[in-house]
Structure formats: C-alpha cells, structure tokens
Nanobody
Framework: VQLQASGGGLVQTGGSLRLSCAAS????????MGWYRQAPGKQRELVAN???????NYADFVKGRFTISTDSPKNTVYLQMNNLEVEDTAVYYC???????????????WGQGTQVTVSS
C-alpha cells in the first residue's frame, strides 16, 4: 500500500486547510485510516482515524475543529481542518492499517508528511 499525502501549506490563525491522502489500493480493503502529526521536538501523535470506513475517532485537541472523511471511489481520505491554531503547526502524516490474510498480520503503512504551518 502506498499513500500520497497533499494539501499542507501556510495559513493564518482561524483559517482552514484540507489534507488529502490517496491510497494505491481500494480503501475498502484498509481497516483503519488515520492522520498523525509531529511537531518539532515532539512525538508523533494521533489526530484522527476512521475505522471500517465509518467509525471516527478524534484527539481531544481537534474535536469540533477537524473532520476526517473518505471518498471510496477516489481511494482517498481527507482531513478538513478548520479554526486552525498556531499549536496545530506540524508535519501531518497519513497512515493505513490493513489486515493481511496471507500473513495473518497487520500491515502498517505511512505516507510522506505534509507540512502545515499556522501563523499568528
């Protein structure tokens, strides 16, 4: 599975961005798709994920501001980010977890990061 993230950029406080992550396989075959972020000097942390294409989970610090969604025909997962704060500045990574039947294990795939910078 290959993941291609895009949509990052520079935005002012209170602005919006939409991140996209295009998968090389049908996202219907992926069990969990998520977005993580890593700020300078900090550990990578979960922002939001979607399980089985329907159940969504959000970190407390983005609840009410960010929305994760999928477009199955486009094999793409989105992260709509509204009311951005300076603290949201980070590199955002797309992640996919896929149960691999032949190996009876879970594949853990990452896309390249996309930089989000929020200025005051």
């Amino acid at each position: 599975v290959q993941l291609q993230a895009s949509g990052g950029g520079l935005v002012q406080t209170g602005g919006s961005l939409r991140l996209s992550c295009a998968a090389s396989v049908s996202i219907l075959s992926i069990n969990v798709m998520g977005w993580y972020r890593q700020a300078p000097g900090k550990q990578r942390e979960l922002v939001a994920n979607i399980i089985g294409g329907s159940t969504t989970n959000y970190a407390d610090f983005v609840k009410g501001r960010f929305t994760i969604s999928t477009d199955s025909p486009k094999n793409t997962v989105y992260l709509q980010m509204n009311n951005l704060e300076v603290e949201d500045t980070a590199v955002y990574y797309c992640n996919a977890l896929q149960y691999r039947v032949p190996f009876n294990d879970v594949g853990d795939y990452w896309g390249q990061g996309t930089q989000v910078t929020v200025s005051s």
